[in-house]
């Protein structure tokens, strides 16, 4: 075991949360948290000329779902092809598995421990299958974690607003919030998967009705900001908007946008929302209206969902998007639709930097990192495995902190639909080792209303990453020295010694019982489920207060 | 005699539908009732009973000793322990069955990869276009069922998803047009609306003519039987929503191993036209939930080989394909269904933990009996559509040692045992 007290001496900490940038100083650790002082025995891990940052905080990623699962099946020529042993712990009992893009449980939480990231969420469960991702959790050591709840296209919901319920709407978001251990809310192309299942197809803008309904895209978004504002959740709305991928997606982007007039939300993976052109003419770059919009409004917040050259594996709820995926690609697809609240759909991909369409994206990903005015609001993700695999963190790192670098690659990619854009005619911004632990760990966490996370202050967990410094920043990033995970020393001289269980993290927002009777009937109605049975039971831990 | 007690919300595992909506009575620690009434739900939760025995050889034994001959017994060199994943055990069990598997370098499968094998595979080469139960019940309004006819071993598929109301078939049966398609012998429901027979050497010709049709090819002249086939994909193509509802463990005697392909095929071209859906009916006992736990820990749903020190997919070695070459054999689960295996598992080391593994039909090293799934003990069991749910049983104190904490303990003696070749 790692003692339980721990002094990290020397190191230059990068803790813009509390406005330290790079200051030689020591970070003191006691039962787990991080703590002001230390007697002066206390046990010392010499950090001198390392960089000492938090934990990594991944605010969007899709690794403990039955949607992964159906992935994972899908590729075992993927898992053939990346082996995993078990690490040499020093405590307690190491798995091996497989890697690839969407990679086994054990190996997942090792492999976001080895990239120092000690919280992650999978955002995008099924409210159905929550009891499969806390099951997938269980077996995903090194990080704390939670799951969004995807709403926006269930049944009860629509019912609620097609009938003006919106009191009982929120009583039922919160009740969907505690019965499946999620964290937040997620909305997943509003209404329009939905339409996928009723025929519709999809919806086109956010004024459509919804498969004939009295329902909009734009009633749902305002609906569940509402709600989750009304609740007071440490998160707001978790926004995937409508027409992903397609051309011409920025005014619907906009459009979400200006929809939720003012309410707190957070847009994810802009990256596949801001695109110019339209459907059948061609694609360019959005990416500077959609950032633009973003810097001048600060109750908005957003990941950028790059996209990184190489092997991805499609994940999405937005289920249209997959089959139009599937027909365009020709490449493996699952769909599975999920009664009364959603849909899924993979397709295995590649972004390739000869294809003009991945290299655009490329840009337009890199494009709002470096046009936003903000790194507190708009932070890194890729989306994993849908941009590419969170190993890719660090080579993006690279491409953010080193223009040279990212002049060099630009060199590489399809110029068919990059010319003109900002990123070819030249951004020269830089990211600073600060500017990087916001993205990565202090934004992340401070979207996510996490007040322990992400920060080095007193009474945080003692979640700390230590990298040797390197002038080749994706090897410096890629390889971290030491990593602390609630006050454990889990890495050690790069190497994974300890696997602890992470922690779950979770909200059981209060609500109106007199929704219970009425939300019961509909079970009864509809559902294959039993009402009863619905809710997962012994969650673990205790859920994280209200905002 | 004492009032019986009633336990609300069960979930039966008998079958793969996995309802979750039975009420069980209990008298005397006893199952006395079950309902609704359900031939399979009442064979398998039976009045409960099932012996507690620990026995090595054959004889009786203290269970710390049972343990300790077990982990001896298994700990052979990587690859030649065998781990198969029985029946009837919680999804909690099933975990620390398949990390026992891990520390041994073993083989591991479960008892459906052999019947199953085919869909699996097929789904891996093309991905497929599923949906749980529920959706049948609430948007099909079309919906073909392939040589298979969910009364038998399914009693309750049509009342729950085919004549229930649904969101979007308020009328339910009345709102949903049958087609029956039977293959040789598997025959598909009688009393449908439309109702076709077609020979095992017609069923792929058949399958290809219902795909070119859906993607709208020129078919010419087609003979009786598949001038039938190409009028109900057009039927299916007309649908708003349509299910194709299929056998997904066909067993031994099924016809051609491509069947699933085909099907799979089918479902997705029909979402071109209209939305479709292929659903494969599952046997019971928590059988999905081995296949859903293996994927996640190993990335492969069947036929896992952690001998190199890591999972590699083997699924042209599924089962008990290779148990001649095992040098011990862990059955974590219900070992009634090998007595077809009886005399070459009467040649190895075989340890059984599970329900009623002292009365295993081989001789057994070690046999450690405990509850069953949902009988006797909670977790979580998983439907055949993946869906998960949480087991309630309605006889948890009846005295049965638990499946997981039992293989908890038998990974703990693995951990123990110092200069044994385990990791």
Known sequence: MTPARLRIVGGAVHDPANGVDGEVRDVCIEDGCVVSSLPADAPRLDARGMVVMPGGVDIHSHFASSSCNHARRL????????????PALTDGDARSGTGGTVPSTFTTGYRYAGLGYTTAFDAAVAPLTARHSHSELDDTPCVDGGIYALLGNDEYLLRQIESGETARARDYVAWILGATGAYAVKIVNPGGIEAWKSGQRNVTGIDDAVSGRRVTPRAILQTLAGAADGLRLPHPVHIHCNNLGIPGNVATTLASMQAVGGRRAHFTHLQFHAYGGAPGEGWKSGAQQVIEYVNAHPELTGDVGQVMFGPAMTITADAPVEYLLHKSSGRRWTNIDLELETGCGIVPLAFKDKAAVASLQWAIGLELFLLSADPWRVVLSTDHPNGGSFLAYPALIQLLMDRAVRDERLKHVNPKLVAGTALADGLAREYTLNEIAIITRAG??????????????????ADVTIYSRDADIAKMFSTPRYVVKDGTLIVEEGQLRRAPAGRRLRVAPGFDDALLPDLRRHFESYSSVSFANYPVRDLPGEPVSPA | MTSARAIQAVTCLGCGCACDDLEVKVRDGRIVNVSPECPVARAWFGD??????????????????????????????????????????????????????DRLGARVDT????????GLLAAQRRGRAGATLGEIRNRADVILFWAVDPRRRYPRFFSRFIEAEGTHVPSGRAGRRLISVSVGADRAPAGTDTEISLTPGEELAALSVMRASVLGNALGDLPSPLHAVADAAALLVKARYAAIVNHAEPGEEAGNPLRAEGLIALAQALNGPTRAVLVGLRAGGNRSGAEAVMTWQTGFPMAVDYSAGFPRYAPEARGFERVREAGAVLIAGSAGEL??????????????????ASAAPFPTRVAIDTGVAGIHEAGIGYRLDEIPLPLTPPLANAGTRPAAGTLAALLTALRARPAGRTR
């Open chain 1, 75 to 86: 590729v075992p020529d993927e898992h053939g092809a990346d082996p995993v042993s078990s």
């Open chain 1, 444 to 461: 992340p966490a401070r979207q996510l209303g996490l007040t322990r996370k992400g920060h080095l202050g007193p009474g945080a967990d």
């Open chain 2, 48 to 101: 409960g009973s099932v012996p507690t025995a620990v026995t090595v050889g054959g004889r009786p034994a203290a269970i710390g000793k049972a343990l300790g001959e077990a982990a001896a017994a298994l700990d052979v060199a990587p690859g030649r322990a065998l781990v198969y994943i029985g029946p009837e055990l919680t999804m909690e069990a099933q975990r620390v069955a398949l990390g026992i598997a």
């Open chain 2, 111 to 118: 008892a459906t990869s052999s019947p199953a094998a085919a």
């Open chain 2, 339 to 356: 007595a077809g295996m009886s005399e070459v598992l009467g040649k190895v080391p075989v340890i059984v933990i599970g329900p009623r």
